[in-house]
T-cell receptor
Framework: NAGVTQTPKFRVLKTGQSMTLLCAQDMNHEYMYWYRQDPGMGLRLIHYSVGEGTTAKGEVPDGYNVSRLKKQNFLLGLESAAPSQTSVYFC?????????????FGAGTRLSVL | GQNIDQPTEMTATEGAIVQINCTYQTSGFNGLFWYQQHAGEAPTFLSYNVLDGLEEKGRFSSFLSRSKGYSYLLLKELQMKDSASYLCASMDSNYQLIWGAGTKLIIKP
């Protein structure tokens, strides 16, 4: 049982380049999330999805796009990377563990934009 | 606005007890979560409180006071492996988690 898997683990981009981060979960969860984590700040929600074919904006959506074509996959795209997007990106899926709705996280993608 | 406050860093001694405090202010409230995050790794779930009082789970306990917008995580019999960041998060009325910046806990031998 892999849980939540993110690829790639590390990436260096030049300003203006594009890339896609992939998140896959094998827990059959409906809800999936993309966060970014920056030093001295809490996790900030970029986009989320409440099910296959649906996406919604979070707190910091500008500069990012997402797609949820299959229930198990949630993709995060950067169309034209900027240095301000240097961060650690975490994907999470949400599901019940007993009576508690828990978010399960992937290992993260460390992105540097030069 | 929505806000979660917790100390930036704390230091404790192996074998001792430490309490990490968190105050929250969110639009609505559907529970308070604590996650552990070791350096370079993913956050992992530790505890959940939705009613006032203390929830005990082995060496870790978590307390909630909804009237005060306050929670704490209590770690007993500290071990070196407990060195990590501890993230407090409040679930708001939209069932979204609002996260604090985390408390880095340093354990000294």
């Amino acid at each position: 049982n892999a849980g939540v898997t993110q690829t790639p683990k590390f990436r260096v981009l030049k300003t203006g380049q594009s890339m896609t981060l992939l998140c896959a979960q094998d827990m059959n969860h409906e809800y999936m999330y993309w966060y970014r984590q920056d030093p001295g700040m809490g996790l900030r929600l970029i986009h989320y999805s409440v099910g296959e074919g649906t996406t919604a904006k979070g707190e910091v959506p500008d500069g990012y796009n997402v797609s949820r074509l299959k229930k198990q996959n949630f993709l995060l795209g950067l169309e034209s990377a900027a240095p301000s997007q240097t961060s650690v990106y975490f994907c999470a899926s949400r599901g019940l563990a007993g009576e508690v709705d828990i978010q399960y996280f992937g290992a993260g993608t460390r992105l540097s934009v030069l | 606005g929505q806000n979660i406050d917790q100390p930036t860093e704390m230091t404790a001694t192996e074998g001792a007890i430490v309490q990490i405090n968190c105050t929250y202010q969110t639009s609505g409230f559907n529970g308070l979560f604590w996650y552990q995050q070791h350096a370079g790794e993913a956050p992992t779930f530790l505890s959940y409180n939705v009613l006032d009082g203390l929830e005990e789970k082995g060496r870790f306990s978590s307390f909630l006071s909804r009237s005060k917008g306050y929670s704490y995580l209590l770690l007993k019999e500290l071990q070196m492996k407990d060195s990590a960041s501890y993230l407090c998060a409040s679930m708001d009325s939209n069932y979204q988690l609002i996260w604090g910046a985390g408390t880095k806990l340093i354990i000294k031998p």
